[in-house]
């Protein structure tokens, strides 16, 4: 059997069949009536027309089936069998010397939101259509004169579910854009993402206009390229029929220029025939396919109506991140009651600030992702043509919103935990959707470079053992927060720096993180941007609305000379003028281990601990005790006032999270000298005592040591149980240490709903009278009252606070 894959990756051009209507026309098909329904019943002249392309020199023979699914049918016809027949014809004519191309045109319906089917069932009528192809003997599945860009992705998923035949699809342009708004430059940019074997235009205009969209195609084509012009344009003839006119010479001469650009193959649509293939075969037979070299190796984002390309020396593009809970009670709200309206605000609000992608995000207690994800990603496709980021740890809802998007949108993400990479690598290869890699694995996030690279190789061969395509990842450089991990910055550059230069991969960052805990977050988020994209940032996810942030984009793209002339920017900042406010007064800013001045302290261990002076606490302290202080006196009447002023520092916004940690350190510090001493006095036995965890399928302990830290500062025994703990343990804990208080930790949306499993099993248990206090980024009163919790609180301080009051 010959193998269509050979021509594929062969050197020369080569040549399909043209058009049948008007052929078959002449050869008794009735004004009205179906081909493919003609075929089945008189398949002759069907047969007779191929054998004529065949002698005119076609290679590949596309069979009578383009309105051959069943929805163009109807439902008397058994849509199977005819496209095994209609294939088997076209067999019978190539025998083994040419090739047949399966035929799959629209159905004449649009998925939803557009019209009333679902891409499911889009996929599944393609299905029944190319499995009788298939078993008709075809060698190849091509999908002809699409519109939408939805139905022409359903032709390559539905083809690659039934067979592994080589897939290809046609679209039509009428001038710039297909009918629902896809340009071919995003056509392709789309197919590619797909892995389609093939990718073509054919229909609307002739040879002449074809060329042009050729063009558009070609800064990014690296796939063989089918073009099948019409006879020329269009014209109503004395009788009012539609004629086309182009001759076949002229014809020929025009579409040689689609090989001159980089076409493979050429052959012809409305209006041509076998002379016109004659006289192309006879005028091109035998060149060199003249391979397109792309200029550009972005990986691009796509929509129905808008492609976004990412790296390749593209500007740098802002993810808007505002859909998303985090922080954003009415949205939440919304998500819960199945409602759409803030979100959609969101999403018109971030894409009038000129974010060109969108994250979407619905991950909040009682709100099942796998059905809101999707349906809101319906919603937005259907409103905006902005490409979205899929944005969910849960893989089903992921795997939902796919069905549910036209183009190719940002997976957002597959990390490197165990059988990540298995379950959603192939789904993104399968919709041909790039996703975000992210370099976690385990419970410890990686903060060097080269901890963060060996993830990322090692991801990037699991993907390639898979199948799954390295072109579609988008690695996160992964932002960690600098005020608890000072060198996680550095290391985040040398990774983007790494990926962008060794790997050539595209690169993403949830920018706000590097500055948690810090003031001044977006000064640091616009500084580290700007250092991001000298490393080779291509995408971030941040809030459009942060004016810092563009400028700091706009300036940075000037600069890494990705702004031609300097245009956008001085469109949008000619008449920029600095934010007010002026420079703040000098040492007025509150800084830890700062202003200490030339007045003497009153009190230095008060200071010591204030400012954080780890390092000179001990002599301090011990000091202190050689002077004959009492160690119980020197904890209550001096160290804890100091840690209490810290705490409304931190309340104040004078101290950030750095200075809270470097406090409760110090004070720490001292501890560990005074504890044996107040042990021998007999203080501390009756020490309030708090089981501390973070819930299972969480790894994240940033804040709940940070709360420990601070607990233990106020004289309470804590009992940490780390982080991914699971109810029973931290029940078993309660109990075993006698705690009257219990201290949940959870970051993420999807770990949270672990807290109320834990307050239930205490209360299985018998442990009524154990407190349970609860927080996390994500964690609200509301949803500590739904789950029964005793208290929430927001950070380490009132942490502290809470605890104190449940104990009374
Ligand atoms: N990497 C990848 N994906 C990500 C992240 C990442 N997705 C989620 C997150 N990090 C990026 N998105 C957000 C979204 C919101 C906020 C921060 C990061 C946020 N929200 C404010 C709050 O919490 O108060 C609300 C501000 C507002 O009103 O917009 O900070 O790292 N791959």
């Known amino acids: 059997m010959p193998d269509f894959r050979k021509l594929l990756n062969d050197d020369k051009v080569h040549f399909f069949d043209g058009g049948y209507g008007t052929l078959l026309q002449q050869r008794g098909l009735p004004a009205g009536m179906s081909p493919e329904l003609f075929g089945l019943k008189t398949p002759d002249p069907v047969l007779q027309v191929h054998r004529d392309y065949l002698a005119a020199g076609a290679e590949i023979l596309t069979t009578n089936t383009f309105g051959g699914s069943r929805l163009k049918l109807g439902l008397d016809a058994d849509a199977y069998e005819l496209n095994r027949a209609m294939c088997a014809l076209a067999r019978k004519a190539a025998g083994d010397n040419a090739f047949v191309a399966a035929s799959i045109g629209p159905t004449g319906h649009f998925c939803e939101p557009l019209g009333e089917l679902t891409f499911r069932e889009l996929v599944e009528v393609f299905k029944q259509q190319i499995k009788g192809c298939v078993d008709g003997g075809a060698d190849l599945i091509l999908g002809e004169t699409h519109f939408d860009l939805a139905e022409a992705r359903a032709v390559v998923i539905a083809a690659r579910e039934v067979c592994d035949l080589p897939v290809g699809v046609s679209m039509t342009f009428e001038g710039a854009n297909s009918l629902t708004g896809t340009a071919p430059l995003h056509f392709i940019d789309t197919m590619q993402n797909m892995g389609a074997d093939l990718v073509a235009t ?64 050429a052959g012809g649509c409305c209006g041509t025939g076998p002379d016109h293939i004659r006289a192309l075969h006879s005028r091109c037979a035998g060149r060199a396919w003249n391979r397109p070299e792309p200029e550009d190796r972005a990986v691009v984002l796509t929509s129905r109506g808008a492609g976004v390309p990412l790296g ?98 940002l997976v957002n993400s597959i990390s490197g935990d165990p059988g990540r990479m298995a379950e959603l690598g192939p789904l993104c290869a399968r919709f041909g959707a790039p996703f975000i890699l992210l370099p976690i694995k385990g419970r410890k996030l990686p903060v060097t470079a080269a901890e963060r690279i060996a993830i990322i190789e090692e991801m990037l061969d699991e993907a390639e053992s898979l199948g799954v395509p390295r072109r579609l990842a988008v690695v996160d450089g992964l932002a960690l927060t600098v005020s608890s991990k000072p060198e996680a910055a ?54 459009p609305g942060s004016a810092r942030l563009r400028e700091a984009l706009a300036a940075s793209e000037v ?95 004078e101290y950030f999270l750095p200075q809270l940690i470097q406090s409760a350190e110090t004070l720490q510090t001292a501890f560990k000298l005074l504890k044996p001493l107040l042990e021998k006095d007999g203080a501390g036995k009756d020490k309030p005592r708090v089981v501390m965890a973070t819930v299972e399928g969480d790894i994240h302990d940033i804040g709940k040591n940070i709360v420990c830290l601070m607990l233990r500062n106020h004289g309470f025994e804590v009992v940490d149980l780390g982080k991914d703990v699971p109810a029973e343990r931290i029940v078993e804990a309660a109990r075993a240490e006698g705690a009257k208080l219990v201290g949940l930790s959870a970051l993420m949306t999807t770990t949270m709903v672990r807290m109320e499993d834990t307050i239930k099993l205490l209360k299985e248990q018998g442990l009524d009278d154990v407190r349970v206090m609860i927080g996390g980024a994500v964690v609200t009163e509301a949803f500590a009252e739904a789950i029964g919790a005793h208290g929430f609180s927001t950070d380490a301080v009132s942490a502290v606070k809470l605890a104190k009051r449940l104990m009374n």
């Open 202 to 265: 054919n229909c609307s205009a002739g040879p002449e206009q074809l060329a042009g969209v050729v063009e558009s195609m070609l800064r990014r084509l690296s796939t063989p390229l089918y073009v099948a012009a019409n006879a020329g344009l269009p014209e109503l003839d004395a009788d009012g029929k539609t004629v086309f006119r182009l001759g076949p010479d002229v014809f020929a001469e025009q579409s040689a220029r689609f090989f001159e650009l980089g076409a493979k193959f």
């Open 559 to 653: 600069l890494l000379n990705r702004d031609p002339q300097a245009g956008r920017f001085i469109a949008g900042y000619a008449e920029w003028k600095p934010a007010g406010g002026g420079a703040p007064a000098a040492g007025s800013a509150g800084s830890a281990g700062g202003g200490a001045g030339s007045v003497p302290d009153a009190d230095p261990l008060h200071a010591a601990v204030v400012r954080g002076e780890l390092n000179r606490i001990t002599a301090l302290v011990q000091a202190e005790l050689d002077k004959g202080a009492e160690p119980f006196s020197l904890v209550d009447g001096r160290l804890i006032p100091a840690i209490m002023e810290v705490g409304e520092k931190y309340e104040r916004k």
């Open 312 to 409: 390749g020396g593209h500007p740098a593009v802002l993810i808007g991140e505002r859909i998303n809970p985090t922080g954003k009670q009415q949205l939440i709200a919304e998500l819960q009651q199945g409602l759409q309206d803030e979100a959609l605000r969101l999403a018109s609000e971030q894409i009038e600030l000129g974010a060109p992608v969108l994250d979407v995000n619905v991950g909040a207690a009682m709100v099942d992702e796998t059905v809101t994800l999707p349906g809101l990603v319906k919603t937005l496709v259907g409103r905006f043509t902005t490409p979205l980021c899929i944005d969910s740890s849960n893989p089903a809802a992921v795997a939902e919103a796919l069905w549910s998007y036209p183009g190719s949108p």
């Open 490 to 543: 550095r290391a985040t550059l040398e990774t983007i720096r790494y990926c962008t230069e060794k790997l050539g991969l595209a690169t993403t960052l949830g920018l706000s993180n590097i500055s948690f805990g810090l003031p001044a977050r977006e000064l640091l988020n616009s500084t580290f941007l700007g250092m991001c994209l000298c490393s080779g940032l291509a995408s971030f996810i941040a809030n």
